[in-house]
């Protein structure tokens, strides 16, 4: 199910999006830039996401996150709100350049500096597109120039950089501390198996974990027995508490479901005796056991879509994404160009009949400005991100809020920053070359 959700959820409208530039143009109007918006940036996202949900419920359980999150030390830096404000600092600019074409083109601002509210290349020096507009608007409609597809790049990539920034300040000292409690996990079978030994030899529960921390020096292991002992020989805690005391518990520092759950049942079988506490852990540590298996053959069953969804996230689809926003980019150039010379007479006479009929199919001001597209396609891919990375980590480790907002914002800056060069990329290269073309084709 997975598979075919991906398939027709996320590549198939990838692809899609290379019909749109011919599809506006074609359709005489009919298809707008909102109708774009809507259709990939609120349909698509939603039933992708929807589906995508009832698929990850089907998942076999795990040990996913639990409410110990809350008691990390560093949990207040993952709730609050500051590195949204510092994020939106940084990407307010990037935000306000991408609306460069409305400013000029609506305001008094280019006034205020002596400027004109739009320019031709030619004024700038560039023969081969001098009648080509740098924003293009024609009509009330656009903007259609170059330079307002260029610009509109800094929209997504600010919104890109916000969640990116404001992910990583959220969550960088926190997934370290999850990362030490994922390797505890791996080696807390091992471990609990000795912890049963020795409370089956009868040794009291609070020995048995300074002599279980002696034996795991050098593992993961050792810092969360290291600390129960600690608690119980030098604060005097009980063993509930040098385990679960809010402020110095050792499950304060390794905020696992996992080792809460069998401390918890360790805490209460031991009240019924040492043999019973020390079966109840054997039966934990065959317990996790079984379900490391079960996460195992859940990733080897999945590698291989796991695999093409990480692939199409950050590579595929903004590679597609920024060609097709090259290849949108030419179309316009194009047409804008023929029109020019055929407006001013600058094309061969013999060929006005021809460009006459070609702009009576391909007409500019039909065409969703590229600035839209590019908006629509930015946010695509941004949300495609956001919906893959949750994915990909509830797949990989059940439901885990943690990895999810740290995965997304590392994605997301590899993904839309792969996506932006190669649009830049795309974008003059093919513009160039269609401007040279024209150049040569009406000399």
């Known amino acids: 199910p997975l598979t075919n959700l991906y398939m027709l959820g996320i590549v198939l409208p990838t692809l899609g999006i290379a019909l749109l530039p011919l599809a506006s143009t074609l359709l005489g109007g009919v298809l707008q830039w909102y109708h774009i918006f809507i259709l990939f940036n609120l349909i698509i996202p939603f039933f992708v996401f929807y589906l995508t949900n009832e698929v990850l419920i089907k998942r076999p359980g795990g040990y996913g996150e639990t409410e110990l999150l809350e008691k990390n030390p560093n949990y207040p830096k993952f709730k609050s709100k500051k590195p949204y404000v510092s994020a939106f600092i940084v990407c307010f600019p990037l935000i306000l350049i991408g609306l460069l074409p409305f400013i000029f083109q609506y305001t008094g601002f280019p006034g205020l500096l ?20 740098l924003f293009y608007f024609e009509n009330g409609k656009g903007p259609f120039g170059l330079l307002a597809v260029l610009l509109s790049l800094f929209i997504p990539l600010g919104i890109a950089l916000f969640f990116s920034i404001a992910y ?88 696992s479901g996992l080792i809460s759950t069998s401390m918890k049942i360790l805490i209460e079988a031991v009240k019924k005796g040492l043999q019973v506490a020390a079966r109840s852990l054997m039966s934990i540590s065959e317990y996790m056991k079984n379900i490391h298996k079960i996460n195992e053959r859940v990733r080897d069953l999945l590698a291989e879509v796991v695999s093409d969804m990480k692939s199409n996230m950050v590579f595929l689809a903004p590679l597609l994404a920024g060609i097709v926003m090259g290849l949108a980019s030419m179309i316009t150039i194009i047409l804008s160009k023929l029109e020019g010379m055929f407006v001013t007479g600058g094309a061969d006479a013999s060929l006005a009949p021809n460009i006459g009929s070609i702009l009576g199919i391909f007409k500019l001001e039909n065409m969703v400005p590229s600035y839209f597209l590019q908006l629509a396609i930015g946010i695509y891919i941004i949300q495609v991100i956001f919906i893959l990375s949750k994915t990909l980590v509830t797949v990989d480790a059940g439901e885990d809020r943690l990895k999810a907002v740290y995965e997304t914002g590392k994605n997301l800056k590899v993904g839309i920053l792969l996506y932006l060069i190669v649009s830049l990329i795309a974008i003059i290269a093919l513009t160039v070359l269609a401007g040279v073309a024209l150049g040569g084709m009406f000399s």
Request: charged letters at 20%; zero cysteines; hydrophobic letters at 35%.
């Open 114 to 133: 002596g400027l004109e509210k739009d320019y031709t290349f030619g004024s700038l020096g560039i023969s081969f597109l001098q009648d080509v507009k």
């Open 168 to 255: 990583n300040a959220k969550t960088k000292e926190l997934i370290k501390d999850r990362d030490n409690t994922k390797n505890l996990e791996q080696e807390f079978t091992n471990s609990l198996f000795q912890l049963g030994n020795r409370l089956g030899d009868g040794t009291p529960a609070e020995i048995a974990f300074s002599h279980v921390a002696n034996s795991t020096k050098g593992l993961a292991t050792e810092g969360f027995f290291r600390i129960v002992s600690t608690n119980l020989h030098q604060l005097g805690m009980n063993l509930e508490q040098a385990i679960f005391n809010p402020r110095r518990g050792a499950i304060v520092y390794y905020p």
